[in-house]
């Protein structure tokens, strides 16, 4: 049964032992892992005797491999549980494997866990786990504040469009006495191999010149920038200036960026490479220090691009808050935003509920061709 809820926290409890073992539960998405990495850095300044563990989807275990602050990787598969599920004769195994997995957090005795994602998938795992102490938040998502032990946050803070989500999360740390600033995102160390394979992505361009990533694809069809704006956009680049292009997006999306591509021309050639598909998360690390100007919506490369140290990033914001949601990093980043006459804007839901994407739309490419010409000519 589930234990009694209590409500939400307002004065924060600071144990006066510190914690020797604690665990970080973020499952997913890759921006979202990006933004989290504070957390470990900050409990290790606090608590440099503790061990640190995070609990996260195996698919982005590389994002934080070989991090200086994270102890332990508790690797979940649960986009494979849950298309094995659908077979009832794979039940017997999944439920093997889960219990596998909890049973491999529960081994390494915590004593306390934060849930930085907030939802049920991640409220679940300590609990499950039987970690006594679980700190999370009180906006009540998914009824994860079912399994929480102490909540703090509430929803009004949580969804509020002018703090940003590293806030939210970094105040679930002051539950166990961390101070939590300066504010710090440290990313794992790039070694050799990986840093000749990023350079030989480039080396292929026709002439040395600066590097401008354009990353057109996104999960939420509300946070989509036309497919014609790209097109405006790069062969503005490619006709103005003696920058070369490189698109960066997943496998799935490997076909349409060799569509783009191919409508660009002959202008393309020997100065536009797709990539999308070849750069795995820590090829991505190494990479975009290389690049000179980084464009993408809300996305993960434009958290990673930032994150990783690229020169400039620009990023396009419509139906989520660039104040909440704002990349962090060593990079410099310039955010353009819809027109404020929209009064729906943010609504930060996933497909637009009038259909028409327009926030997005406001976003002239010619108003970003403006701000990548500013930011090339200081890269």
């Known amino acids: 049964?589930?234990?009694?809820r209590s409500p939400a926290?307002?004065?924060l409890d600071v144990p006066a032992d510190p914690p020797r073992k604690i665990l970080i539960v973020r499952l997913s998405s890759l921006g979202d892992v990006i933004q989290t990495l504070p957390l470990p850095t900050a409990i290790r300044r606090n608590h440099p005797e503790a061990r640190i563990g995070w609990a996260i989807d195996t698919e982005l275990a590389s994002a934080i491999e070989g991090h200086p602050h994270i102890d332990f990787i508790h690797r979940c598969y649960r986009n494979r549980w849950g298309k094995a599920l659908l077979?009832?004769?794979n039940w017997f195994d999944v439920t093997r494997e889960i219990k596998g997995f909890i049973e491999e957090i529960r081994a390494q005795q915590y004593e306390v866990a934060v849930d930085a994602q907030g939802r049920l998938k991640s409220a679940v795992v300590p609990y499950a786990a039987r970690i006594p102490r679980r700190i999370g938040f009180a906006h009540g998502r998914e009824c994860s504040g079912l399994f929480y032990t102490e909540r703090y946050v509430t929803r009004g803070e949580y969804f509020s469009p002018k703090r940003?989500?590293?806030?939210?999360?970094l105040e679930l740390l002051k539950a166990i006495g961390c101070q939590t600033e300066p504010i710090f995102l440290e990313l794992p160390s790039s070694g050799c191999a990986e840093l000749k394979k990023a350079s030989a992505m480039l080396r292929d361009f026709r002439q040395a010149s600066k590097v401008v990533a354009?990353?057109?694809?996104?999960?939420w069809p509300s946070k989509r920038w036309p497919l014609e704006h790209w097109r405006h956009l790069a062969r503005r680049i490619l006709a103005e200036t003696r920058a070369n292009v490189a698109v960066i997006g997943t496998s799935k999306e490997r076909t349409i960026g060799e569509e783009l591509i191919a409508s660009l021309g002959e202008m393309s050639r020997g100065r536009v490479i797709n990539l999308a598909g070849l750069t795995s998360i820590r090829d991505l690390y190494t990479l975009f220090p290389m690049i000179s100007v980084t464009i993408a919506a809300d996305t993960a490369p434009l958290h990673v691009a930032t994150a990783a140290g690229c020169a400039?990033?620009?990023?396009?914001?419509g139906s989520t808050s660039p104040v909440r949601l704002a990349p962090v990093g060593r990079g410099k980043a310039l955010l353009l935003l819809a027109k404020a006459d929209l009064p729906c804007r943010p609504c930060c839901q996933t497909v637009c509920r009038f259909g028409t994407t327009e926030c997005m739309r406001r976003i002239?490419?010619?108003e970003v061709y403006t701000e990548l010409?500013?930011?090339l000519g200081a890269a």
């Open 1 to 4: 049964m589930f234990e009694a």
């Open 9 to 11: 926290r307002t004065v």
């Open 87 to 89: 077979n009832p004769t």
């Open 164 to 169: 940003h989500h590293v806030g939210h999360m």
């Open 214 to 219: 354009l990353a057109p694809f996104t999960q």
């Open 312 to 317: 400039n990033s620009i990023g396009l914001f």
């Open 364 to 366: 002239s490419p010619d």
């Open 373 to 375: 010409v500013k930011r």
